[in-house]
T-cell receptor, first 109, second 114 residues
């Protein structure tokens, strides 16, 4: 399976700190996407990075992709209490989008 | 407003009683998909559809059926629900082309089978 595996499973930080989440996967991919989920609600797309890209930014988000290590990281800078949510990576290769189990981020005010 | 809608949002039913969860999108997306989300297991894909009349199994298709007769609708059918199908279900849709696009998710349907 090419399912991504997020690390850590849970992360708790103070407001204003940076949060880093990692995703590892097993097979070659066309792209990798990050999604956010507030408790019990639908997922919301954050950012997509293609296999030929190494880094991408969107506001306070920075995503990196290392295809040689089959890994990606999501950095949220200057975190806010409103960033508290679960974050999922999703990979697409020969099969449609496959999601990992997620990282639960808690930002304490 | 661009959106994916699901109905019902909450459902409690009994073992064996057939049910349908509807999913509709208004963005003219080709691709639609159903996921279930369970604690500790993340999102697992049940079925997906690349376009009208084209459906494929995902990772956990057992006990489920789908159909794609119209582009906007992708209902999920549980012919004989069992307690292990108690879960949070999400429908999602996206454009499909030579590259992938972001998926738009519905609000979820929380199903309890007793």
């Amino acid at each position: 399976s090419q399912q991504g595996e997020e690390d850590p499973q849970a992360l708790s930080i103070q407001e204003g700190e940076n949060a880093t989440m990692n995703c590892s996967y097993k097979t070659s991919i066309n792209n990798l996407q990050w999604y956010r989920q507030n408790s019990g609600r639908g997922l919301v797309h954050l950012i997509l990075i293609r296999s030929n890209e190494r880094e991408k930014h969107s506001g306070r988000l920075r995503v990196t992709l290392d295809t040689s290590k089959k890994s990606s990281s999501l950095l949220i800078t200057a975190s806010r209490a409103a960033d508290t949510a679960s974050y999922f990576c999703a990979t697409e290769g020969n099969t449609p989008l496959v999601f990992g189990k997620g990282t639960r981020l808690s930002v304490i005010a | 407003e661009a959106q994916v809608t699901q109905n019902p949002r909450y459902l409690i039913t009994v073992t064996g009683k057939k049910l349908t969860v509807t999913c509709s999108q208004n963005m003219n997306h080709e691709y639609m998909s159903w996921y279930r989300q369970d604690p500790g297991l993340g999102l697992r894909q049940i079925y997906y559809s690349m376009n009208v009349e084209v459906t494929d199994k995902g990772d956990v298709p057992e006990g489920y059926k789908v159909s794609r007769k119209e582009k906007r609708n992708f209902p999920l059918i549980l012919e004989s629900p069992s307690p292990n199908q108690t879960s949070l279900y999400f429908c999602a849709s996206s454009f499909r082309g030579t590259t992938s696009y972001e998926q738009y998710f519905g609000p979820g349907t929380r199903l309890t089978v007793t």
